[in-house]
């Protein structure tokens, strides 16, 4: 059963999407059939395909009226776009289907879990945020006649009934359902709350997983909670940061937490804390575990902070998604590697080894925007490194933008000021990388509108969108003293 306003939404974004030329969007990162793409959401492998829903205003390039677009791939890599799966049109998510996951029920249904929004009080009214089910066949969902299933009584005294979104279901070992969902205490910072079910329909409190001391923001949004490498992974992107060092930033960030969960107390006991994401445009992550055992992670290619800004206007949609990424835990940190399958995918391969840097230098056949380039720069003289080795990209007459790297500081720059931006907004951002005598690891994946950069074998990434027209290919590199640089670049689903 469908109702009128999904029904709506579905002959227009089918309309407005085939209006839209497969030039202007990313070859292998998802954007919104049309409109406008925030958080995904839903990210679960359901009858042979990988689902991945995500934050949706079909209507316009800018955020408002919450639905579920809905996309499906068997690589993580092609993705089709499905009919949007929900739109807000009952009296409890009448201001929005936000952020959620998704699950296999028993009967074979996949079950959406999400958060509905409701104000009181016409558009100044409060966010009244509870959680609602909707069940569904991959295509069609059916939200469930007594939503919501959490709402402001499950809350322990003081919670704001205002902050309390983005559930994230999981099934345990004896088929049982549990979810971790966001909210605020009465001191304001974020919390996270564990609740339980048999069934996914009826759930019960089991307490406070984690909260928020005040070191991570205020807020924690769009947690995910998963064992990992013998280990339990915590997944916040908290709302309001003060930055820390290089390893946080001002504004909204994404944090990861590696430690133990406590099955008697029902409580998490973090032991490391890093960024998930070093750049400027990562937010919100999801994971999964495929078919194949291995957890992979998809995040919103953007940030809160850099997207209410005008300079979008060429683009029929706004939003990407990251390149899926295959996460594991290495000397007590999460490392990310690109998802394998896009290794499927290379083309043409140009390499050389052994290259002085000392100038500006160009490459024959070094050049694209949607590549896969594998570098390691290391000085000359180890005694002796060089000051600054520039990467630039996305270069024509008029554009560029760099990646930089200073060995005596171990600091490794993006900067997309030149990348057509005419907006004031955050355009570059530092990244402390381990030190190793000079040298350094990029595993660097382009995709037209995107550059995520894996350092030193996935220790760290930095991701980064930029506005710049797709013609503007061109890749040089320069050195401030001398740099010995192996080079090999792929392109990739046969461009460039
Ligand atoms: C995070 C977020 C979520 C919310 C959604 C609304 O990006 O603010 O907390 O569910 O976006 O679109």
Request: proline letters at 5%; charged letters at 25%.
């Given at each position: 059963?469908?109702?009128?306003?999904?029904?709506?939404?579905?002959?227009?974004?089918?309309?407005?999407?085939?209006?839209?030329?497969?030039?202007?969007?990313?070859?292998?990162?998802?954007?919104?059939?049309?409109?406008?793409?925030?958080?995904?959401?839903?990210?679960?492998?359901?009858?042979?395909?990988?689902?991945?829903?995500?934050?949706?205003?079909?209507?316009?390039?800018?955020?408002?009226?919450?639905?579920?677009?809905?996309?499906?791939?068997?690589?993580?890599?092609?993705?089709?776009?499905?009919?949007?799966?929900?739109?807000?049109?009952?009296?409890?998510?009448?201001?929005?289907?936000?952020?959620?996951?998704?699950?296999?029920?028993?009967?074979?249904?996949?079950?959406?879990?999400?958060?509905?929004?409701?104000?009181?009080?016409?558009?100044?009214?409060?966010?009244?945020?509870?959680?609602?089910?909707?069940?569904?066949?991959?295509?069609?969902?059916?939200?469930?006649?007594?939503?919501?299933?959490?709402?402001?009584?499950?809350?322990?005294?003081?919670?704001?009934?205002?902050?309390?979104?983005?559930?994230?279901?999981?099934?345990?070992?004896?088929?049982?359902?549990?979810?971790?969902?966001?909210?605020?205490?009465?001191?304001?910072?974020?919390?996270?709350?564990?609740?339980?079910?048999?069934?996914?329909?009826?759930?019960?409190?089991?307490?406070?997983?984690?909260?928020?001391?005040?070191?991570?923001?205020?807020?924690?949004?769009?947690?995910?909670?998963?064992?990992?490498?013998?280990?339990?992974?915590?997944?916040?992107?908290?709302?309001?940061?003060?930055?820390?060092?290089?390893?946080?930033?001002?504004?909204?960030?994404?944090?990861?937490?590696?430690?133990?969960?406590?099955?008697?107390?029902?409580?998490?006991?973090?032991?490391?804390?890093?960024?998930?994401?070093?750049?400027?445009?990562?937010?919100?992550?999801?994971?999964?575990?495929?078919?194949?055992?291995?957890?992979v992670m998809i995040g919103w290619m953007q940030n809160w902070d850099t997207c209410k800004v005008t300079g979008y206007e060429e683009r029929p949609w706004f939003g990407q998604m990251s390149v899926p990424r295959e996460i594991s835990?290495?000397?007590?940190?999460?490392?990310?590697?690109?998802?394998?399958?896009?290794?499927?995918?290379?083309?043409?391969?140009?390499?050389?080894?052994?290259?002085?840097?000392?100038?500006?230098?160009?490459?024959?056949?070094?050049?694209?925007?949607?590549?896969?380039?594998?570098?390691?720069?290391?000085?000359?003289?180890?005694?002796?490194?060089?000051?600054?080795?520039?990467?630039?990209?996305?270069?024509?007459?008029?554009?560029?933008?760099?990646?930089?790297?200073?060995?005596?500081?171990?600091?490794?720059?993006?900067?997309?000021?030149?990348?057509?931006?005419?907006?004031?907004?955050?355009?570059?951002?530092?990244?402390?990388?381990?030190?190793?005598?000079?040298?350094?690891?990029?595993?660097?994946?382009?995709?037209?509108?995107?550059?995520?950069?894996?350092?030193?074998?996935?220790?760290?990434?930095?991701?980064?969108?930029?506005?710049?027209?797709?013609?503007?290919?061109?890749?040089?590199?320069?050195?401030?003293?001398?740099?010995?640089?192996?080079?090999?670049?792929?392109?990739?689903?046969?461009?460039?």
């Amino acid at each position: 059963m469908v109702n009128h306003s999904l029904i709506f939404a579905r002959a227009y974004e089918q309309e407005a999407g085939s209006r839209i030329s497969p030039s202007t969007r990313p070859l292998f990162h998802l954007t919104p059939w049309t409109g406008w793409m925030n958080d995904p959401n839903g990210f679960s492998y359901y009858r042979g395909q990988y689902h991945l829903f995500y934050q949706y205003n079909p209507y316009d390039t800018e955020w408002d009226a919450m639905h579920w677009g809905h996309a499906v791939s068997r690589d993580l890599l092609h993705w089709t776009y499905l009919p949007a799966a929900l739109a807000p049109d009952e009296a409890y998510d009448s201001y929005g289907c936000f952020s959620g996951s998704a699950i296999e029920l028993n009967d074979g249904r996949q079950l959406l879990l999400y958060t509905g929004v409701r104000k009181e009080g016409g558009d100044k009214g409060k966010e009244f945020q509870t959680q609602c089910v909707a069940v569904g066949d991959g295509l069609n969902y059916t939200k469930y006649g007594h939503n919501p299933v959490l709402d402001a009584s499950c809350l322990p005294e003081g919670y704001s009934p205002y902050d309390f979104r983005d559930p994230r279901i999981w099934r345990e070992e004896d088929g049982s359902f549990r979810c971790v969902v966001g909210a605020r205490k009465a001191d304001k910072l974020g919390a996270l709350l564990l609740f339980a079910s048999p069934d996914g329909f009826k759930w019960r409190s089991e307490g406070v997983l984690a909260e928020n001391d005040g070191h991570f923001g205020r807020m924690w949004e769009c947690p995910d909670f998963f064992p990992l490498d013998g280990r339990h992974v915590l997944f916040v992107s908290p709302q309001d940061m003060l930055p820390e060092g290089f390893e946080y930033h001002n504004g909204n960030g994404t944090v990861c937490q590696i430690g133990t969960f406590d099955r008697e107390s029902r409580r998490f006991i973090p032991s490391h804390h890093q960024a998930i994401d070093y750049g400027i445009d990562f937010y919100a992550p999801q994971t999964i575990l495929t078919p194949d055992g291995r957890r992979v992670m998809i995040g919103w290619m953007q940030n809160w902070d850099t997207c209410k800004v005008t300079g979008y206007e060429e683009r029929p949609w706004f939003g990407q998604m990251s390149v899926p990424r295959e996460i594991s835990i290495k000397n007590g940190r999460l490392y990310q590697q690109p998802i394998r399958e896009l290794q499927l995918y290379r083309g043409r391969r140009v390499s050389y080894d052994d290259v002085l840097v000392d100038g500006p230098l160009s490459l024959d056949g070094i050049e694209g925007r949607s590549a896969e380039i594998l570098l390691h720069v290391c000085p000359k003289d180890a005694s002796d490194p060089f000051i600054k080795f520039t990467m630039r990209f996305a270069e024509d007459e008029q554009y560029h933008s760099i990646l930089s790297f200073r060995p005596h500081e171990s600091l490794l720059k993006l900067d997309r000021k030149f990348s057509g931006s005419r907006r004031a907004y955050i355009h570059q951002r530092r990244c402390q990388v381990s030190d190793r005598n000079g040298e350094i690891d990029l595993h660097i994946i382009l995709d037209r509108f995107s550059i995520e950069v894996f350092i030193n074998d996935g220790e760290q990434v930095m991701t980064a969108t930029i506005l710049t027209h797709a013609k503007a290919k061109g890749i040089s590199f320069e050195c401030d003293g001398k740099a010995i640089m192996n080079i090999a670049k792929y392109s990739l689903f046969s461009e460039d």
